[in-house]
Antibody, heavy 119, light 110 residues
Framework: EVQLVESGGGLVKPGGSLRLSCAAS????????MNWVRQAPGKGLEWVSS????????YYADSVKGRFTISRDNAKNSLYLQMNSLRAEDTAVYYC????????????WGQGTLVTVSS | QSVLTQPPSVSAAPGQKVTISCSGS????????VSWYQQLPGTAPKLLIY???KRPSGIPDRFSGSKSGTSATLGITGLQTGDEADYYC???????????FGGGTKLTVL
């Protein structure tokens, strides 16, 4: 069974940093591109970043470029999101999601981890 | 403002059919595959449709997808109260080099 479990969320002050993790199991993690998608309270989905299976290709939404860094450790079946210079508008539930491999569709999602940026 | 435009809400009676539209442009829907997601209250999104009209295993054929030009449509037949959820379309935007989502449509089964 495919499982994605996020962790690392919490309350952080504006300007602070946080590192999210996503532990993957039930599939060959190293064969899939992975993504982070966030959802602000009461709002829609917003794609944040993606990373290819071998980390060769990395993309970021303009809203996080230069502040967030996506990475992965295929030996540990884990995906990460380092978030720096956090702002109030980064407050959201952050989901990790597996890329199905075609057409930027995400076939498995974690349960999400809440990041709250507030003083 | 979302790059893809969806109606904020749709409603229909149990057993009826509903369609949800998703409008974009040549840089996204017009030249890329569209996917659709269902998000039940308090849960993570779930993939319903990928590559415009394909269903992952386990998704009933009550759910269908289509695309024409720069618009896509999700259809749901035989509506059930359990279908009440938010529905999102998504695709790649070649100009932005981003994955983009619609703003979401809240389905109410009356």
């Amino acid at each position: 069974e495919v499982q994605l479990v996020e962790s690392g969320g919490g309350l952080v002050k504006p300007g602070g940093s946080l590192r999210l993790s996503c532990a993957a199991s039930g599939f060959t993690f190293s064969s899939y591109s992975m993504n982070w998608v966030r959802q602000a309270p009461g709002k829609g989905l917003e794609w944040v970043s993606s990373i290819s299976s071998s980390s060769s290709y990395i993309y970021y939404a303009d809203s996080v470029k230069g502040r967030f860094t996506i990475s992965r450790d295929n030996a540990k079946n884990s995906l990460y999101l380092q978030m720096n210079s956090l702002r109030a508008e980064d407050t959201a539930v952050y989901y990790c999601a597996r890329d199905i491999g075609v057409g930027s569709a995400f076939d498995y999602w974690g349960q999400g981890t809440l990041v709250t940026v507030s003083s | 403002q979302s790059v893809l435009t969806q109606p904020p809400s749709v409603s229909a009676a149990p057993g009826q059919k509903v369609t949800i539209s998703c409008s974009g442009s040549s840089s996204n829907i017009g030249n890329n595959y569209v996917s659709w997601y269902q998000q039940l209250p308090g849960t993570a999104p779930k993939l319903l449709i990928y590559e415009n009209n394909k269903r992952p295993s386990g998704i009933p054929d009550r759910f269908s997808g289509s695309k024409s030009g720069t618009s896509a449509t999700l259809g749901i037949t035989g509506l059930q109260t359990g279908d009440e959820a938010d529905y999102y379309c998504g695709t790649w935007d070649s100009s932005l080099s981003d994955v983009v989502f619609g703003g979401g449509t809240k389905l109410t089964v009356l």
